[in-house]
């Protein structure tokens, strides 16, 4: 009897190993999307139409990230094919009143949005076209991984419109207003060194690697003190964009509620008794 217990240990150690390692996929109006455990893959899946962004594949984004399963921490965002996104689809784009356009734009904000201040953060995995939209969509993540490839654009001034999915206030907080000014009044393309140099992507990785090394950081994203991961998505850039006092309060707040959760404790307790590795170079 007892030789049979101390067997099933390992049976149920191993079952419990590959409950975690559990993947789920299921499709959307243009998503492709496969869950590895803590992490979710969010893959735009039009390679024929390099991942131009359609309103139902748009609304679909949103929809999944209003019903993200609780189990999942990080998120990766990559691109099917050639590209990530070529923005978006002007073949779609139909004739709207004033008051269409601005309603289209704003159902744009709402769900990326989403992305940008939901529970788990976002890793964008970059390659080929980061073009308008697709580069509005790309800016609403939180890290971003470029392959050299990439190349990036906002060609809204060649054709007659303008910014709709907050490309306006999100790509300037990453290269700044007047690099964005050059790229739609001038048409000016970024390429991917180029790119990571001025803001666009953190890391600039090989060919074919830029998928590895996002779900590589979505792990160690997805392995941090949830508090810790909120607070660097809900309350970083607001105390980045607040007055000086205002910011230096609210980072004391943010601090007292992170340091008082049960998670810190834990953490900061292994640390102190050597169960948790210190930081290397």
């Known amino acids: 009897m007892a030789k049979s217990t101390k067997s099933s240990k390992p049976a149920a150690a ?39 962004l359609a309103d139902d594949m748009v609304l679909a984004l949103g929809a999944y990230l209003d019903r993200l399963p609780p ?22 784009l139909k004739e709207r009143s004033v008051a269409e356009g601005v309603m289209h734009s704003r159902m744009w904000h709402a769900v990326f949005d989403k992305l940008q201040f939901g529970r788990a953060p976002v890793v964008a995995v970059l390659h080929g076209a980061v073009i308008g939209g697709g580069l509005e969509l790309a800016a609403a993540a939180h890290v971003r991984v470029s392959e050299p490839s990439t190349f990036y654009a906002l060609p809204e ?39 990571e140099r001025v803001g666009f992507s953190q890391y600039l990785v090989a060919a074919g690697e830029g998928m590895a090394r996002g779900m590589e950081l979505a ?20 105390i980045a964009e607040a007055t000086r006092d205002q910011g230096l309060f609210t980072e004391s707040l943010i601090a007292g509620i992170a340091q008082g959760e049960p ?19």
Request: hydrophobic fraction near 45%; proline fraction near 2%.
């Open 14 to 52: 191993s079952a419990a190993k590959s409950a975690r390692k559990t993947v789920r996929t299921r499709t959307l109006p243009g998503l492709a999307i496969r869950q590895e455990g803590a992490v979710a893959v969010i893959r735009l899946n039009r390679a024929d139409k390099r991942n131009a």
């Open 71 to 92: 189990e999942v921490k990080a998120i990766v965002l990559a691109g099917s094919g050639e590209h990530f996104c070529a923005g978006l689809d002007l073949s779609m």
């Open 157 to 195: 001034g060649q054709r007659g419109i303008f910014v709709g999915g907050g490309g306006s206030v999100r790509v300037p907080r990453l290269i700044g207003a007047a690099r964005m000014a050059d790229m739609m009044l001038t048409g000016r393309v970024y390429k991917a060194e180029e790119g």
């Open 219 to 238: 792990r160690k994203i997805a392995a941090n003190a949830a508090m810790t991961n909120y607070a660097v998505m809900h309350a970083l850039p607001r």
């Open 263 to 281: 998670e810190a404790k834990a953490r900061m307790n292994a640390f102190l008794q050597g169960r948790a590795g210190k930081v290397k170079a």
